[in-house]
């Protein structure tokens, strides 16, 4: 039956059992298109990696004698949407069947739904072979039980045997969070990223030409990023030799000069689906069998990919489409123009956007406890940071960027995700970095003029939301130090 498939920009596994033999029934359709790039205002690195990428997928099809169809965003016969060169496909060359992946996102399912419901022809949805767990494995494994993260990662690590001596975990422990999260000491060498200085040039001019909204330095002529599987696995195997070693410790750290640390950098690789789950886990487990590293780097490791990644993806699916709905505080102030110009005197956000605008890139903790942080004390509008989010960075799609976000970040889900809202005064970006060293304001300040405003911010945060934290257990120290010490009591213990 002569069938039409679509891979998105996000799809590209080139070991899906789609592709495993060339059927001359079978058409693949690729397209870049409006409806896709404008639906937030995106970092130009983010268009340029992910067209670069689906543009390197579609050839290694051909060459493999796949029939591909691909619209590139300047090519005339592009309607700029999927549905409509969908439709227009198969009117023009009489497709008998529509097959899909199940994409990641809500919005982009609900929208695929609907068009194969309007199509007089069959179609038939596949699942993307990527995740480690169906879409409701989270919700069907905790019920109507508290989500933990935790026990949804033991039960991962026994289910696919990683790390694992018969049924315990190996080391006697599964968690070796409390050896790591280090400041990054004066001294150590980070190894430099590994680059891979492509030069785009001709397709920034393509998606400037086209009005596409953008923002960010492209790096198009010596654009770092992994763009096809090869490149992929060479960040891999980069990441196992030179920073495995020292991800666990360092994993917290951040530095005014380091804007990696010793992170992977995978996440547009694993993202896109040009890297399996699977082989990034078992690369850095042989790492750990042939002592290139300890195990709780290793663990640490895994721990993001096998539980954070699995667990978060459960919750968008358990939860969407209400979660994009959630406003636990009540947050409404716009975003401030600092946010996108990186121009304030606060160093340590200073660094995390100018970085992120740079690299389209900052790492976890820098996007959870300086630019999350620093807007949950402030009472942001989650609408606007999670358009934000999903902007400016390389690996973002809604599937992982809201529940880190909304959930992790913001608490707006009320604590469905996060036992207690990640909020910090100075204190906690001081311990993990070296950005109050060369800060404008001074950590140890509370109301004087150079004040760290973080400081005030947090005990403001924690002042104004007593109704609504005040129950939760964790928070309860909090509220002792509050009610019970004086007022100059209280600035000490800041
Ligand atoms: P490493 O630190 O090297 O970790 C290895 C891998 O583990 C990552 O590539 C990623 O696949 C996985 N991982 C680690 N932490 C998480 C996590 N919290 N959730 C899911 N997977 C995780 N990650 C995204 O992939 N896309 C996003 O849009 C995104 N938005 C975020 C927004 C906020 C507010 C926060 C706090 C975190 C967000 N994260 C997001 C999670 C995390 O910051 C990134 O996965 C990580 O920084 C990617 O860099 P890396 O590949 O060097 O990761
Ligand atoms: C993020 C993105 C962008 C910017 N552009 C395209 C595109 O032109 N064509 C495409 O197929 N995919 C694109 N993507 C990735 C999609 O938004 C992603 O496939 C959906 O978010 C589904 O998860
Ligand atoms: Fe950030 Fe405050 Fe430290 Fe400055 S003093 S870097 S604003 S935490």
Redesign the pocket.
């Known amino acids: 039956m002569k069938t039409l498939r679509l891979i998105l920009g996000d799809q590209l596994n080139s070991r899906h059992s789609w592709f495993s033999k060339a059927d001359d029934s079978v058409t693949y359709v690729m397209m870049e298109v409006r409806s896709e790039t404008d639906y937030v205002k995106h970092h130009i690195q983010k268009i340029i990696g992910i067209f670069a990428a689906m543009r390197n997928f579609a050839n290694a099809l051909k060459r493999k004698g796949h029939k591909v169809i691909y619209f590139s965003l300047d090519d005339n016969a592009n309607k700029q949407s999927l549905a409509e060169n969908i439709h227009h496909l198969i009117a023009k060359h009489g497709f008998q069947r529509f097959e899909y992946m199940l994409p990641d996102e809500y919005r982009v399912d609900k929208y695929l739904k609907a068009l194969c419901k309007e199509m007089d022809i069959e179609s038939h949805a596949w699942d993307s072979e990527h995740f480690l767990t169906h879409r409701q494995e989270v919700a069907e494994f905790f019920e109507d039980k508290q989500y933990l993260m935790e026990r949804f990662y033991r039960m991962m690590r026994q289910k696919h045997g990683l790390l694992m001596d018969g049924n315990k975990p190996v080391g006697g422990r599964w968690n070796y969070d409390k050896q790591n999260r280090k400041k990054l000491p004066q001294g150590v060498k980070v190894p430099a990223p590994l680059e891979f200085h492509h030069n785009h040039s001709e397709l920034f001019d393509i998606i400037k030409e086209s009005g596409v909204a953008w923002f960010g330095n492209p790096k198009a002529d010596d654009f770092p990023w992994p763009v096809n599987r090869e490149e992929s696995l060479q960040l891999l195997g980069y ?1 196992v030799k030179y920073l495995l070693s020292d ?1 666990g410790t360092y ?1 917290d750290a951040m530095h005014t000069n380091e804007a ?1 640390v010793f ?5 547009f690789a ?2 896109t689906k040009m890297l399996h789950p699977n082989e990034v886990m078992d690369a850095a487990v042989n790492a750990w069998k042939n002592k290139k590293a300890d195990l709780a780097q290793t663990e640490g ?1 895994v721990r ?2 096998l539980g ?2 699995e667990y ?1 993806r459960g919750i968008y699916w358990a939860k969407m489409p209400e979660y994009e709905q959630l406003n636990f505080f009540e947050h409404e102030l716009p975003l401030p123009e600092y946010f996108w110009t990186g121009k304030t005197k606060m160093n340590c956000v200073q660094h995390a956007v100018s970085q992120s605008l740079e690299h389209a ?4 903790i820098q ?2 406890m300086v ?2 942080n620093f807007a949950l004390l402030a009472g942001i509008n989650p609408d606007e940071l999670d358009k934000w ?2 902007g400016i ?1 390389i ?3 809604q599937w ?2 809201i ?3 909304r959930g ?2 913001q608490y707006a889900d009320g604590g469905l995700l996060a036992s207690k809202p990640y909020v910090s005064s100075a204190n906690y970006i001081d311990k993990m970095s070296n950005y109050c060293q060369t800060c404008y304001y001074n950590k140890k300040q509370k109301t004087e003029d150079k004040a760290c405003p973080f400081n005030a911010l947090y005990w403001d945060f924690i002042d104004r939301n007593r109704e609504k934290l005040s129950v939760n257990q964790r928070m309860s120290m909090m509220y002792c130090l509050l009610d019970n010490a004086s007022h100059s009591r209280k600035k000490q213990s800041w």
């Not at 992170?263 to 996440?267: D, F, G, I, P, V």
């Open positions: 990441f991800f994993q990696f992170h992977s950098r995978l996440s694993l993202n490791f993001q990919i954070w990644r978060l890139y900052a790492h976890h996007r959870l630019t999350g989010y999903l960075y690996d973002a799609f992982v960027e529940t880190n976000t992790m970040s």
